[in-house]
């Protein structure tokens, strides 16, 4: 038995001191010991066997919050009135295990923004191998984004909101298709590539209006690698897209998405930062975005700060044309903070200012609605965003 | 000698039953049909969801005790380095994205032995005053 103290010199005195004072008069029935002992054992390993094939787990996520701007520029459709729906969501998760490595993956979100619509916003079967490769097919998240697969967990993430200037030119989020990718594990670092295909059509808000969206022939490629304490990921799709109002936006027009990111997270220390570009033929305007964020965690608080950019390309495409106002220029600063309240609940408050629109509407919804109507005066040249968030996942 | 030794190691006995009831110590265990010792950069590699495998290449079943627990406090200064609050965020997003899942978590020492005792391939932590011959001692992280 002193085998078991072999690392521990001091322990393996303090057990010569108990065998010596307390075990030696067990000994004579030892055998009896061990028989009972090992029916123990059986019935427990039994249990954990049983418990270690689940063969559904079911997880969930929430959030809630409050927005109010100083004016009705519309940063993230924020306005003087209070909101709560825009950003109040519930979402339902459930994992099957169909075999040892296979399992299909169902994700649920109800949106206060639409009207608390369920919503299938993942659906996939995924298969592992052992050699650290995985096939997937179904519905599933759009990967462009470093935060692409938490895009609506706000408890994953460290901000009251992801960037905008870089998570929302992209107005759409998951796509009907296939993806394979492949994990190769060094001695403390992980690099891991996917290739993804398949096809998009849903619905989006646009200049106020409900719009269609379709992405035909979507094909791409991310590459990510980390050491554990800093990721670097890369991201290249492209697509024929197809966006509807009126007039029409965009039809099958070839259309592109480039991506680097890059994070580092010590436990203390977080940092963040993407930079992207989008290209799309026509009217669609082509943007190139950044973000960086900063904070540091100070045992449940962390504060951070964000800074970003966004500004369009291909102004001189809508030239003349009432898409005009989809012309973008921003620059947005956020100062805010994350707070664990309790494990599984974060309250989060953001303070965000955003400017330098230039003669641009800066592709905020209240701006282009009043140049729309004919009253380019109208329009903010910055604005001031609050937000209060709770978000939990269980 | 040996009348005069006697009185000498008894009282480093209880000095030492004493201390170690003070200072209760972190060990790592596992089963006993798993490897012998265990670096610190593989057990946090292990419970940060990094490796699923023990040394000795077996897949590894990891347990944890519940949030509060002096512990577990000790096990994420030593070992993971990282607070409750980190974890849970970090465990939420690898749950919902699909690449893994918390260790399991035990509600007592006492469950932690019969646990790790059981399972092939299992690795947990506990008070080093509380470990007894059901299970092996893979490492004593130093603070």
Redesign the interface.
């Known amino acids: 038995?002193y085998?078991?103290?072999?690392?521990?010199p001091?322990?393996a005195?303090?057990a010569?001191?108990l065998t010596?004072?307390l075990s030696l008069p067990a000994m004579a029935d030892d055998s009896d010991r061990i028989d009972q002992?090992e029916q123990?054992?059986d019935s427990?390993?039994k249990q954990?066997t049983e418990s270690?094939l689940e063969k559904v787990?079911l997880?969930g996520?929430f959030s809630t919050g409050y927005t109010r701007a100083n004016n009705d520029a519309g940063y993230d459709e924020a306005t003087e009135k209070s909101d709560l729906e825009t950003l109040s969501l519930f979402g339902l998760?459930s994992?099957f295990a169909l075999g040892r490595n296979t399992d299909a993956?169902l994700q649920l979100v109800s949106r206060g923004s639409d009207d608390w619509d369920t919503e299938l916003e993942w659906g996939y079967l995924?298969h592992q191998f052992s050699n650290g490769s995985e096939l997937r097919a179904g519905k599933m998240r759009l990967p462009l984004f470093m935060e692409s697969?938490?895009l609506e967990?706000g408890?994953?993430q460290p901000w009251a909101r992801p960037p905008e200037a870089v998570y929302d030119p992209v107005p759409v989020r998951s796509y009907v298709g296939a993806d394979a990718a492949y994990t190769l594990?060094l001695s403390g670092s992980?690099i891991q590539a996917r290739a993804f295909a398949g096809h998009l059509d849903d619905d989006a808000d646009s200049l106020g209006q409900t719009v269609s969206v379709e992405l035909r022939n979507i094909t791409g490629l991310t590459a990510n690698w980390t050491n554990?304490l800093w990721t670097f990921r890369g991201v290249y799709a492209r697509a024929e897209a197809t966006i509807g109002g009126t007039p029409p936006i965009g039809d099958d027009e070839k259309s592109e998405f480039m991506g680097l990111g890059l994070s580092y997270d010590d436990?203390n220390w977080l940092l963040m930062s993407e930079l992207t570009r989008i290209e799309v033929d026509g009217f669609y305007q082509d943007t190139d975005s950044a973000y960086i964020t900063l904070g540091y965690?100070v045992?449940?608080v962390t504060p951070y700060v964000t800074a970003s950019w966004i500004e369009s390309q291909d102004n001189y495409e809508r030239d003349g044309t009432p898409l005009e106002v989809l012309d973008v220029r921003r620059q947005a600063y956020s100062l805010g903070f994350r707070w664990?309240m309790t494990?599984?609940v974060?309250l989060k408050a953001d303070w965000t200012h955003a400017r330098g629109f230039g003669k641009t509407t800066g592709g905020l919804i209240g701006n282009q609605l009043d140049v729309l109507a004919g009253n380019p005066g109208g329009r903010f040249d910055s604005t001031d965003v609050y937000t209060v968030r709770l978000d939990a996942?269980f | 000698m040996a009348i005069r030794r006697a009185p000498v190691h008894a009282l480093?006995?209880a000095l030492?039953?004493f201390s170690?009831a003070l200072h209760a110590?972190l060990?790592i265990i596992g089963h006993h049909g798993g490897p012998?010792?265990i670096t610190v950069q593989q057990v946090k590699d292990i419970y940060?969801n990094?490796?699923s495998r023990m040394p000795d290449d077996q897949r590894v079943?990891a347990f944890q005790l519940p949030?509060g627990n002096s512990m577990r406090d000790e096990f994420n200064k030593l070992v993971t380095?990282?607070?409750?609050?980190?974890l849970?965020?970090f465990w939420?997003?690898q749950?919902?994205?699909?690449k893994g899942?918390p260790p399991r978590e035990v509600s007592s020492a006492n469950g932690m032995k019969?646990?790790v005792?059981?399972?092939?391939g299992s690795i947990g932590y506990l008070d080093?005053?509380l470990?007894?011959?059901?299970?092996?001692?893979?490492?004593?992280p130093e603070p």
Do not use: P
């Open positions: 038995m085998s078991v103290y072999r690392t521990t001091r322990f005195f303090t010569l001191a010596a004072t002992l123990r054992l427990m390993q954990m270690s787990r997880n996520f998760q994992t993956v995924r697969e938490t967990i408890y994953g594990n992980s554990y436990g965690r045992k449940e664990d494990t599984s974060a996942a | 480093l006995i030492c039953l170690s110590e060990v012998d010792t940060l990094r490796s079943v949030a380095e990282r607070n409750d609050a980190w849970k965020s939420s997003r749950v919902l994205t699909g899942h019969s646990v005792s059981s399972t092939l080093s005053t470990v007894d011959d059901s299970v092996k001692v893979l490492l004593a």
